[in-house]
T-cell receptor, first 112, second 118 residues
Framework: LAKTTQPISMDSYEGQEVNITCSHN???????ITWYQQFPSQGPRFIIQ???TKVTNEVASLFIPADRKSSTLSLPRVSLSDTAVYYC?????????????FGAGTRLFVKA | GAVVSQHPSRVICKSGTSVKIECRSL??????MFWYRQFPKQSLMLMAT?????????EQGVEKDKFLINHASLTLSTLTVTSAHPEDSSFYIC??????????????FGPGTRLTVL
């Protein structure tokens, strides 16, 4: 079972800020939240990772509220090349090791 | 840094044959590698977790005798699809982590292998 819930799709226009929210109600104390981007016929690419509050890097920001039951990926001023599927993951530590379960992801379509 | 490669990038084979897919971490040692399968318009599905020097841990519903995984070194894991059938046609993706079994580990993904079974 997927441990995260995201909107299935979102549309935006070039130059706009896009916020994608992910719900992870069962996040464990030691879990981090990681976001990946995937283009068609390519492997996912790491975007950003965080534990709480706010994390920012050169491509995105990640906002995590105090209860950590959700997180929001913020993409500033998107371009056509940001059209992709975005996945939110939380680590799932079970007996035998670490594994992650991909949810359905959010298909972002950026229009000119 | 943290580059993962896969070979081949695409393969077409006849039904009943076996296909081997290699996953290599090029500039780091990967204690743990993961294998995923992705069908068109769907999300990635974890097939198995591969730890160097030990047997892979398969997800429920994944046949270990059909999808053979070998992780013989810290930089190489292989997935062999035995007696492939058309329903095995899919996009196979591997990933590797730098540290091992911790939640903070970032997975670095390979570019994927497109398998088509005729």
């Amino acid at each position: 079972l997927a441990k995260t819930t995201q909107p299935i799709s979102m549309d935006s226009y070039e130059g706009q800020e896009v916020n994608i929210t992910c719900s992870h109600n069962n996040i464990a104390t030691n879990d981090y939240i990681t976001w990946y981007q995937q283009f068609p016929s390519q492997g996912p690419r790491f975007i950003i990772q965080g534990y709480k509050t706010k994390v920012t890097n050169e491509v995105a920001s990640l906002f995590i509220p105090a209860d950590r039951k959700s997180s929001t990926l913020s993409l500033p001023r998107v371009s056509l090349s940001d059209t992709a599927v975005y996945y939110c993951l939380v680590g799932d530590i079970n007996t035998g090791g670490f594994k992650t379960i991909f949810g359905a992801g959010t298909r972002l379509f950026v229009k000119a | 840094g943290a580059v993962v490669s896969q070979h081949p990038s695409r393969v077409i084979c006849k039904s009943g044959t076996s296909v081997k897919i290699e996953c290599r971490s090029l500039d780091f040692q990967a204690t743990t590698m993961f294998w995923y399968r992705q069908f068109p318009k769907q999300s990635l599905m974890l097939m198995a977790t591969s730890n160097e020097g030990s047997k892979a841990t398969y997800e429920q519903g994944v046949e270990k005798d059909k999808f053979l995984i070998n992780h013989a070194s810290l930089t190489l894991s292989t997935l062999t699809v035995t007696s492939a059938h058309p329903e095995d046609s899919s996009f196979y993706i591997c990933s590797a982590t730098l540290q091992g079994i911790r939640s903070t580990d970032t997975q670095y993904f390979g570019p994927g292998t497109r398998l088509t079974v005729l």
